[in-house]
């Protein structure tokens, strides 16, 4: 995926899906270490648990990217 995104220009991505404090974050980490722009949709992630996917939100994924919520993307 990540040679395909480089062949096509592709420089920031908008990160969603569930497991917030599992699937999301392990991509955030790749992304962010693969130097893309990450952003991070918050309404559009979920976590079995809401005190696991707050955690992350709050804590873990502001340090690969950033937190937006849906309405800001354009």
């Known amino acids: 995926l990540l040679e395909w995104l480089r ?3 592709v420089a920031s991505l908008f990160i969603t899906g ?3 404090n599992l699937v999301v974050e392990s991509a955030a980490r790749f992304a962010d ?3 893309l ?4 949709v918050e309404d559009c992630c979920a976590s079995p648990s809401s005190a696991w996917h707050e955690f992350d939100i709050t804590q ?3 340090v690969f990217g950033k937190i ?3 309405k800001d993307v354009n």
Do not use: W
Request: aromatic residues 0%.
């Open 60 to 62: 873990i994924l502001p």
């Open 33 to 35: 270490d693969a130097g």
């Open 7 to 9: 062949r096509n220009g």
């Open 18 to 20: 569930t497991a917030t």
């Open 68 to 70: 937006i919520n849906s």
């Open 37 to 40: 722009a990450v952003s991070v």
